[in-house]
């Protein structure tokens, strides 16, 4: 096995593990600490598949930008021990259940599915920031700048909606 | 084909289906909204994982795009729903599903 499998075993084991811990765990701060680490696993994966701008990106908005937000929200809702009311034993063991159905059917679907399809021309600096501005900029530059105005939208809303009520 | 040596996109795909099913697991199992929020997260992240593996092994940029996209819509979607999730606290002082039931039938 050469290095990089070890560490794709690895990423991957960090992953899920930590991914279940988000579900498990009661306390939410250590939930959305759990999260981070899974948020990180998951730009390692990016990294070791050469796609280093998204790695960057996704550390970035996911670490560095949703998850402080979720961590500031918690914060302001005080909800730093358990808050929830306890559901009933056959709620949980149904839930558990039809994920793990979920997954079974995923896995069985995709593992009788032949997808080693003939690889195209083997360009390996598809990740890089040069090779992706162009296509961002020529091929996509229409979604790109629809994009910024769903940014502006979505920060004029989140200001309207946390917003105090104005009596009139 | 493979994307790093010795891991195929199968092992992306089983990857990426246990990281979706985790997620999927942690919406039915918690009455905490913000987790469940959390967990829609995790579901976006492991389809992200599957397309930048796709991409890889078909030398494809588009895929990359696409993730790029996804990032600013959940980014946006989640300034939104965190927004709503605090007026909702605000209102109803919680953010237990379970007894925000009003459109419960």
Known sequence: MSPSTYVFWFLTFVAIISALNVVLT????????????TFFAIAGHYFLMNAQFLGIVHIMVYAGAI???????????????????????FFHIAAVVSAGLLMVTMIGAF????????????????????????????????PFEIASVLLLAAMVGAVYLSKKEIKD | MEIIPGITINHYLIVSSILFSIGAL????????????????????????????F????????????????????????????AILMMIYRNARTTDTEVLNKLKW
């Open chain 1, 111 to 142: 593992a009788k599915t032949d997808i080693q399809m003939q690889a195209m021309a083997d360009n390996s600096n598809i990740g890089y920031l040069e090779e992706l501005g162009k296509v961002l900029f020529n091929e996509f530059l229409l």
């Open chain 2, 55 to 82: 991409s890889k092994q078909w030398s494809d940029t588009s895929a990359q795009v696409l993730v790029f996209f996804i990032m600013a819509v959940a980014a946006a979607e989640v300034a939104v729903g965190l």
């Open chain 1, 67 to 89: 998850m402080v937000l979720f961590l500031y929200v918690i914060m302001m809702l005080n909800l730093n021990e358990t808050f929830e009311t306890n559901k009933d034993t």
């Open chain 2, 26 to 53: 942690g919406v039915m199992i918690r009455r905490n909204a913000i987790i469940m929020f959390m967990c829609i997260e995790l579901m976006l992240n492991a389809v992200n994982l599957l397309l930048v593996a």
């Open chain 1, 26 to 37: 009661k306390n939410a701060v250590y939930s959305v600490l759990s999260l981070i680490v």
